[in-house]
Every structure is written in C-alpha cells, then in structure tokens.
C-alpha cells in the first residue's frame, strides 16, 4: 500500500458545481496534512492546512478523518480557475519525518 | 525579488555528464528541500537541510549529492546523469525552528526541467 494514495482523476465537472476528492495515509502516527495546488508546469503552492477540526477557507473546506486515515478537499461553486493538480501531502511529528507528497488529483473545470 | 529561485529553467545533456543546479531563497527560512518530480507527476523529497546541516535523505543514488554553501542555498550536483534522471527538480525552503515540530509551509521554486539524451 502507497504511503498516501489519491485518485489521480481527471475529475471533470461544469462550473458551479461541487466536487470532493480524498487522500488516505497508511501511517496512523502522521501528524500533518496540506493540500498544496499545482498549476500545469508550475511549482506546487499551499492551498490549506488540514486541522483536526476540520477547516474552511472561502469555497475551500478541509476534513480530517484519523480514525479511517484519510483527508478530503471539498471546492464549492467551482470556478474555471480551479482547475489544477491538488496534492496531498503528509508529514509525521518530528523536524526530521519524512514529508510525503501524494501523486495529485487532476481536477478539470469546464464552462 | 523572487522568493525561491532555482537556475537553469532548463537544463539538456548528455548521459555520463556531470551538472548542478543552484537554489536560492530569500525568505529567512531556515530549511531547504530538494524535489524530484518525475513523468508521473509524483513529487518525492530527495533531501532536506537545516541550518546547513542534512537531516533528511532519502534514497537517492549517490550520484546526487545536495551542497549547502549557507541557509540560503541549496545546491545540487548531479554525477554520470542516466535516462532515469530526467525529470523536474523543485527546489523548496520553510521555516522550521527546533522546538516545533509542525511543519511549515514550503515555498517552492519554479523548478528546472532536467532533459537526459
């Protein structure tokens, strides 16, 4: 089993439209999670942090569900603009854990 | 006044050559990254400095060898590159003080793109 696995997509959906997509970590003792956000041809960026309680940034809302391992990435009324590579990255607690980036999720919004 | 930059954009050779590829952050950060993503788009970390010192490295061929001149730079030298080398490297940087453990955002550079003939 990868240590974090994404569904690579394409997820293709109109604009307005709510999509979802999930992560899940094999390690229970990871301790971080990110969505980072990849342009085509361009350097990932942090989209959100991922906190226990859940979080919410505009459109953007991020779940943590520890007990099934696994974070999620909600986009409400999805823009042109959000059409990209989301990246799910995982980190374990010290300075040294390896930080592991999954392979993306390739998401497609279409007029 | 970019934060992260990385030198070549774009880099093309021959197989059994040697090159390098410099990385630069002004952010004051204190720990560099170097990435490899490859055909696939998987982002794999190949190593991590901090404060010049290296704290993370994975299982990279010991082609590659990582130099940090200073916090603010992170150079990697690549010996006798193969086909497999070919990918893009992003260099990153973040802030990570050694009383905290949580990670920190990383800023990444714009990556170069490493073409082996």
């Known amino acids: 089993r990868k240590e974090v696995e994404q569904d690579p997509g394409p997820f293709n959906v109109p604009e307005g439209a709510t999509v979802a997509f999930n992560c899940t970590y094999s390690n229970s003792a990871s301790q971080s999670f990110f969505w980072y956000r990849q342009d085509c041809r361009k350097e990932p960026k942090l989209l959100m942090s991922v906190y226990s309680s859940g979080n919410e940034d505009g459109r953007f809302t991020a779940q943590l569900n520890r007990a099934s391992q696994y974070i999620s990435l909600l986009i409400r009324d999805s823009k042109l603009s959000d059409s990209a590579t989301y990246l799910c990255v995982v980190k374990g607690y010290s300075s040294a854990s390896k930080i592991i980036f999954g392979s993306g999720t390739r998401l497609s919004i279409r007029p | 006044d970019t934060a992260v930059s990385q030198t070549p954009k774009y880099l093309v050779t021959q197989m059994g050559n040697d090159k390098s590829i410099k990385c630069e952050q002004n952010?004051?950060?204190?720990?560099m990254y170097w990435y490899k993503q490859d055909s696939k788009k998987f982002l794999k970390i190949m190593f991590s400095y901090n404060n010049k010192e290296l704290i993370i490295n994975e299982t990279v061929p010991n082609r590659f060898s990582p130099k940090s001149p200073d916090k603010a730079h992170l150079n990697l030298h690549i010996n006798s590159l193969e086909l497999g080398d070919s990918a893009v490297y992003f260099c990153?940087?973040?802030?990570?003080?050694?009383?905290?453990?949580?990670?920190?955002?990383?800023?990444f550079g714009p990556g170069t793109r490493l073409t082996v003939l």
């Open positions: 952010l004051g950060h204190d720990t």
């Open positions: 990153a940087s973040s802030q990570v003080t050694a009383r905290e453990t949580t990670y920190n955002e990383q800023f």
